[in-house]
């Protein structure tokens, strides 16, 4: 395989974005004419996996290049705290410039996670995060998830307000400092739409008539996927068949959810636009992806936090003057693939201790090439979850290994709705052997299942104790912006 050219990297990142809401994965709605486009010149990954499908261990991965049990970044309130070196750490101590602008979800700005020079950062509230994401396994039913999926409404939310000021801090920083540094430099913008609450402007939501939107798959309570841990998760943290949402409203929220995905594309239009006026479109990459999705209803589940294809898969685009144009990549990558392919791309190298990385470097398969045959690894040990999931994705298949629970497989190429569990058939059984084989090579599930509980358990003591955690809640709405954006 060629090697490439060193050039500029801009790596733009959303938070909760399911990889089916843009057009050019075949949305018949999504109105994304940006993110199209970026498609359209570049390629297109089908097959894109978070490592963890939360938002705080999803990025520590993807800063670090490797799997959360190894960093010890267990839920919403374990942020990285730069405990193994960041693609940030390499670029930096190879004389590139490095710049985030907006969500990173670490714990504090001062924090050695190898980006210094980070403009209106989000971290985790007050540098602890949410402890209640930490209550495992026997917690009190809550619905934080149902009630943000019940209350669509129209108007502004200060994650709008937030990423509208991101778009400007990053059309100023291209405009006024890019041309500063003669080493390639990678500008990291990272948005936060279109995670909850859902809200959307009148005219993004205009868009997107009632009657045009399609119902979640298996929406309705006689048909949600019968499954011990699923029933658990769902039970906990969702809603019973009780509590399922009317048929109206599940449409409102989708439309919204729809029209916010509009908002976030027209904030990358107008970094990319800026990017090509200035002349850097030349000499610069893009990459565009998500650090996890969002299950809009699918199985009777809101939120993330699950294996399925609405939580877990994730839009991956990139493009450049040395990207084949239109190009789709079929084989499975995930978020760890990041670390290699940016250290890669502005020019710098790996350190020997980047050895063990899971990654591989994407820039041959942006090119036409190959990339090697593997399995990718996502894993779960967060609220609501009674027991630890890992997943494996091959080319054709999802694996997926409760701990102390049956597991769950499913051919993605005949199923992409995941709608038959393949576990149950005898026929079933070599495979489930073989990836039963492949996990137990990446992790010990039962003992990465225990240590998650004992430090979850050490960090529930010193934030109170349960009782005080418990009354507390979970934070509702999502980890709040920087204050000049709240709500006034």
């Given at each position: ?6 050039l ?16 050019c994965?075949g ?6 004419p940006?993110?199209?486009t970026l498609?359209a010149?570049?390629?297109?990954f089908?097959?894109a996996y ?11 991965s993807?800063a670090t290049g490797r799997y959360?049990h190894?960093l010890?970044?267990w839920?919403n ?8 070196p960041?693609?940030g750490?390499r670029?930096?101590a190879?004389?590139?410039k ?9 714990r504090?700005?001062d ?8 403009r ?7 540098g602890?995060?949410?402890l209640y994401?930490s209550?495992r396994?026997?917690?009190p039913r809550?619905?934080?998830y149902l009630n943000?999926a019940?209350?669509?409404r129209v108007g ?6 937030y ?7 990053a059309v100023n920083?291209?405009?006024s ?10 500008l ?5 739409l279109p995670?909850s609450p859902?809200?959307a402007?009148?005219e ?9 939107m ?10 949600w996927?019968q499954?011990p841990?699923?029933d658990y998760?769902?039970?906990q ?8 949402l ?5 449409r ?5 959810y729809?029209a916010m ?7 990358i239009?107008?970094v990319l636009?800026?990017l090509?006026?200035?002349?850097l479109a030349?000499s ?5 992806t998500?650090?996890?999705g ?25 493009a450049?003057p040395?990207i084949?144009?239109g ?9 760890v693939?990041?670390f ?10 790996q ?6 990385l ?6 041959p398969?942006?090119r036409?090439?190959?990339?090697p045959?593997r399995?990718i ?7 609501g979850c009674?027991e630890?999931?890992y997943?494996?994705?091959d080319s054709t298949?999802k ?13 993605l190429?005949c ?9 149950s058939?005898p ?7 073989r990836?039963?084989?492949q996990l137990?090579a990446v992790?010990?599930?039962e003992?990465?299942?225990r ?5 979850q358990?050490l960090?529930?003591e010193?934030?109170g104790?349960?009782?005080v955690?418990?009354?507390?809640g979970p934070i509702a709405?999502?980890t709040p ?6 709500e006034r």
């Amino acid at each position: 395989m060629a090697t490439i050219d060193p050039l500029n990297l801009l790596l733009i990142t959303s938070d909760q974005h399911r990889r089916t809401a843009a057009g050019c994965y075949g949305h018949p709605l999504a109105h994304t004419p940006n993110l199209d486009t970026l498609a359209a010149r570049g390629a297109r990954f089908d097959a894109a996996y978070c490592n963890f499908p939360i938002c705080v261990p999803s990025r520590a991965s993807l800063a670090t290049g490797r799997y959360a049990h190894e960093l010890g970044v267990w839920d919403n309130a374990a942020p990285y705290i730069g405990q193994r070196p960041s693609w940030g750490h390499r670029l930096i101590a190879q004389g590139h410039k490095v710049t985030t602008i907006g969500k990173l979800h670490f714990r504090r700005p001062d924090d050695d996670t190898g980006f210094p020079d980070q403009r209106i950062p989000m971290h985790v509230k007050e540098g602890v995060g949410d402890l209640y994401g930490s209550l495992r396994p026997d917690v009190p039913r809550q619905r934080n998830y149902l009630n943000t999926a019940a209350n669509p409404r129209v108007g502004e939310s200060e994650y709008m307000r937030y990423d509208a000021a991101s778009t400007r801090e990053a059309v100023n920083w291209l405009a006024s400092e890019a041309p500063r540094h003669d080493a390639p430099w990678c500008l990291w913008v990272s948005y936060t739409l279109p995670h909850s609450p859902f809200v959307a402007s009148a005219e993004d939501l205009a868009r997107y008539p009632l009657e045009d939107m399609q119902l979640p798959v298996n929406f309705r309570s006689p048909a949600w996927p019968q499954h011990p841990h699923i029933d658990y998760i769902r039970e906990q943290r969702i809603q019973s068949p009780e509590e399922e949402l009317e048929e109206t409203l599940v449409r409102r929220t989708i439309a919204t959810y729809l029209a916010m995905c509009t908002y976030l594309d027209r904030q990358i239009g107008s970094v990319l636009t800026t990017l090509t006026e200035l002349g850097l479109a030349g000499s610069t990459r893009v990459i565009y992806t998500s650090d996890h999705g969002e299950m809009l209803g699918d199985h009777g589940m809101w939120g993330k936090n699950l294996m399925y294809e609405g939580a877990s898969a994730v839009p991956l685009l990139m493009a450049g003057p040395d990207i084949s144009r239109g190009q789709t990549v079929s084989q499975p990558i995930s978020l760890v693939d990041l670390f290699p392919t940016i250290v890669e791309g502005v020019g710098a190298s790996q350190s020997a201790v980047d050895a063990d990385l899971p990654g591989t470097s994407l820039w041959p398969a942006g090119r036409g090439d190959e990339l090697p045959e593997r399995t990718i690894f996502s894993e779960y040990h967060a609220s609501g979850c009674r027991e630890a999931m890992y997943m494996l994705r091959d080319s054709t298949h999802k694996y997926v290994h409760h701990v102390g629970d049956s597991p769950q497989l499913f051919n993605l190429v005949c199923d992409p709705d995941e709608a038959h569990d393949l576990a149950s058939d005898p026929q079933s059984v070599p495979l489930l052997n073989r990836f039963d084989r492949q996990l137990r090579a990446v992790v010990d599930p039962e003992a990465v299942d225990r240590a998650a509980k004992a430090d979850q358990a050490l960090r529930i003591e010193a934030g109170g104790g349960l009782g005080v955690i418990t009354k507390r809640g979970p934070i509702a709405g999502g980890t709040p912006a920087p204050d000049q954006f709240r709500e006034r």
